[in-house]
């Protein structure tokens, strides 16, 4: 709505460079412009029973669950057509994004990512029953529910970027390296599905299962840990029993399953690198996913500090969002985020 009333000077001034959705935005406006007559906008409280909002959102259902490949055509006629940008509002960072666009339209994506793609997006389908855009799987990954360091990590995922597998089985590889190539465990020549979904290695085993009884605690079924739900995790869905969206819930689930996934991945390297493919203790496992858990926790509550202004996180969602899984969370304070001296950790199953 901001895009169409409040933003809408700079956002045409802009060429529409800096705006989200600016294909939409573009084509809206366009179409507002066509009209003879005045158009103005009412806001209405979403899922309260209103007969068009309820109307707009199951025709947004509808329009999610269409294959992707079904074309569209937003282009406006050339009449209303707003094209570049004005040179006087250009600054560096709108001239950037214009050459980074130009650029993406113009490289093909490489042939290993296309396929991780088309495998998340039939997971999510399956999963939460709604088609994914890839570039909705992109974004998913840039989400600030998920830490730098797991983000560059899924960002190798989906390039299939990783040395490990096939990538020892070039011809210009020695025999000693390709050795790198299989499983000592499995006995089977590698790759990220193995290491991450099939692997009989102690380190996966038990952190998915550590995540699973952690996710009980929530009430909401768990999705599972595999390539849409894990690598995807910022696009799964949860919803009530009146179809109304569990965005707290959604938002633990990227966070759980995403350091979960990156742990499996750093044990994993750890066994073969430093301890010549000896396994982990469970205790050892155990004691490892906590930490980074909490640690994750303890993040989300300093993010919440006012220093922060605009880019601090609202202290009452990281309540409501880890206070599903938190140790006696009924008997802490009520400003416990935001109070370093109240000490805060995950329930432990029993």
Same mark, same amino acid.
């Given at each position: ?13 802009? &060429? ?7 294909? =939409?935005?573009? /084509?809206?406006? +366009? @179409? $507002? !412009?066509?009209?003879? *007559? ?24 509808? &329009? ?7 074309? =569209?055509?937003? /282009?406006?006629? +050339? @009449? $209303? !057509?707003?094209?570049? *940008? ?265």
């Amino acid at each position: 709505m901001n895009s169409l009333t409040k933003f809408r000077v700079k956002h045409e001034d802009t &060429g529409f460079l800096m705006a989200e959705n600016a294909e =939409l935005t573009r /084509s809206i406006l +366009a @179409a $507002l !412009r066509a009209r003879k *007559a005045h158009t103005a906008f009412e806001w209405v409280k979403g899922h309260n029973g209103h007969p068009r909002n309820e109307g707009a959102d199951q025709c947004a259902g509808e &329009g999610a669950r269409k294959p992707p490949t079904e074309a =569209l055509d937003l /282009s406006p006629p +050339a @009449a $209303l !057509r707003l094209s570049g *940008a004005r040179l006087g509002m250009t600054t560096q960072k709108i001239a950037y994004r214009a050459i980074r666009n130009r650029k993406n339209t113009s490289c093909a994506q490489r042939p290993a990512a296309v396929t991780t793609l088309a495998v998340i997006a039939e997971d999510l389908a399956e999963v939460c029953d709604y088609q994914v855009t890839d570039r909705a799987i992109w974004l998913s990954l840039r989400k600030k529910d998920i830490t730098r360091e797991a983000r560059q990590f899924l960002w190798k995922l989906v390039q299939d970027a990783f040395m490990v597998g096939r990538h020892w089985l070039r011809p210009s590889m020695p025999d000693l390296l390709k050795e790198r190539a299989t499983c000592t465990k499995c006995l089977e020549v590698e790759s990220l599905d193995h290491i991450l979904f099939r692997c009989e290695a102690r380190g996966r085993e038990k952190i998915t299962s550590l995540l699973r009884k952690t996710w009980e605690n929530t009430g909401v079924a768990f999705p599972g840990l595999r390539w849409g739900t894990a690598v995807g995790a910022g696009c799964v869905i949860f919803k009530s029993s009146n179809d109304a969206r569990l965005t707290l819930t959604e938002r633990l689930w990227t966070i759980l399953a995403t350091e979960s996934l990156y742990l499996i991945w750093k044990l994993r390297c750890e066994r073969v690198i430093q301890k010549d493919g000896r396994d982990f203790s469970n205790a050892e496992i155990e004691s490892r996913w906590y930490a980074t858990i909490n640690r994750r926790l303890t993040l989300d509550r300093r993010s919440t500090a006012p220093f922060l202004e605009k880019r601090a996180l609202d202290a009452k969602a990281v309540a409501a969002t880890w206070s599903m899984i938190i140790e006696n969370a009924e008997n802490l304070p009520p400003n416990w985020v935001g109070d370093g001296g109240v000490l805060v950790g995950i329930r432990r199953g029993r």
